[in-house]
């Protein structure tokens, strides 16, 4: 059974860092391209940012590019994201991602993160 588990949202501060994790199980993310994206209350879920199969990081969102970056460990079978120099229009429910060769999409349940002073 194909399973993605977030972590590490939370409260932070305007200017602070946060990095969430998404454990996978169920299936080895070698052969994924995996991605974040995040929802903000009364918006649409917005891609982030991807890692390709082959290690190549694509950034979708010019509001994140420079701030947030994705890693992929294959040893431990996690997807990072860290969120640098968070803003308040940061907050958002924040959802890992994975696609398969067959285009078929697996989601994590989201984790809540609140930028706020």
């Known amino acids: 059974q194909v399973q993605l588990v977030e972590s590490g949202g939370g409260l932070v501060q305007p200017g602070g860092s946060l990095r969430l994790s998404c454990a996978a199980s169920g299936f080895s993310i070698s052969t994924y391209v995996l991605s974040w994206y995040r929802q903000a209350s009364g918006k649409e879920r917005e891609l982030l940012i991807a890692n390709t199969q082959g290690g190549y990081d694509v950034n979708y969102a010019a509001s994140v590019k420079g701030r947030f970056t994705i890693s992929r460990d294959k040893a431990k079978n996690t997807v990072s994201l860290q969120m640098n120099g968070l803003k308040p229009e940061d907050t958002a429910v924040y959802y890992c991602?994975?696609?398969?060769?067959?285009?078929?999409?697996?989601w994590g349940q989201g984790t809540q993160v609140t930028v706020s002073s």
């Open positions: 991602h994975a696609r398969d060769s067959r285009l078929n999409d697996y």
